[in-house]
T-cell receptor
Framework: QKEVEQDPGPLSVPEGAIVSLNCTYS??????FMWYRQYSRKGPELLMY????GNKEDGRFTAQVDKSSKYISLFIRDSQPSDSATYLC???????????????FGTGTQLKVEL | EAEVAQSPRYKITEKSQAVAFWCDPI?????LYWYRQILGQGPELLVQ????????DSQLPKDRFSAERLKGVDSTLKIQPAELGDSAMYLC????????????????FGPGTRLLVL
């Protein structure tokens, strides 16, 4: 079993829809949770970062972490065609001053927002 | 905006040949990572540097892969000999300190080098 599980999709939604992307994990030591967006043939770019449990909102994006269920979500409101990309969840157990911050990624969910 | 630079962007090689990838992190970023991303999967860490020192290379196939960051700035990842299973995207990322001097949580990724081994 992988440490981080993510539905690979593809997920296709109409423009304006609310999108829910999810990951589950098994390592209870994970404390830092991130969502990256990756366009085709590009490197991942950080969208959201949260520490421990709770919600965080940034514009049309909301990240939720439920450590008791080992479950994280990314919600996209009013989805746009430009949101079409692969969304990767990533998590780490500790950020050390001299190093650390090893990220464990999910497989990514491919999202397509159609006009 | 500062970016992580990688070259080449694409590389096609035959198995048993040697290949090398180059990464220039964001200026001032002491921590540098090399990841491998197989199509349809998430990136997996190969090696992590803090300045010129290797912090973690536990997932690096050392019989064929090597990485260096001699002056603690740019880095080179080498594969010799390349195998068919090495076909993947090789991503470089870096991490630095914020204005407060505290190490940032964010890793900034370059565009990657897409390798195809024939």
């Amino acid at each position: 079993q992988k440490e981080v599980e993510q539905d690979p999709g593809p997920l296709s939604v109409p423009e304006g829809a609310i999108v829910s992307l999810n990951c589950t994990y098994s390592n209870s030591a994970f404390q830092y949770f991130m969502w990256y967006r990756q366009y085709s043939r590009k490197g991942p770019e950080l969208l959201m970062y949260t520490y421990s449990s709770g919600n965080k909102e940034d514009g049309r994006f909301t990240a939720q972490v439920d450590k008791s269920s080992k479950y994280i979500s990314l919600f996209i409101r009013d989805s746009q065609p430009s949101d079409s990309a692969t969304y990767l969840c990533a998590m780490s157990d500790l950020i050390l001053t001299g190093g650390g911050n090893k990220l464990t990624f999910g497989t990514g969910t491919q999202l397509k927002v159609e006009l | 905006e500062a970016e992580v630079a990688q070259s080449p962007r694409y590389k096609i090689t035959e198995k048993s040949q040697a290949v090398a990838f180059w990464c220039d992190p964001i200026s001032g970023h002491a921590t540098l990572y090399w990841y491998r991303q197989i199509l349809g999967q998430g990136p997996e860490l190969l090696v992590q540097f803090q300045d010129e020192s290797v912090v973690d290379d536990s997932q690096l196939p050392k019989d064929r892969f090597s990485a260096e960051r001699l002056k603690g700035v740019d880095s080179t990842l080498k594969i010799q000999p390349a195998e068919l299973g090495d076909s993947a995207m090789y991503l470089c990322a870096s991490r630095g300190r914020g204005t407060s001097g505290r190490l940032e949580e964010t890793q900034y990724f370059g565009p990657g080098t897409r390798l195809l081994v024939l």
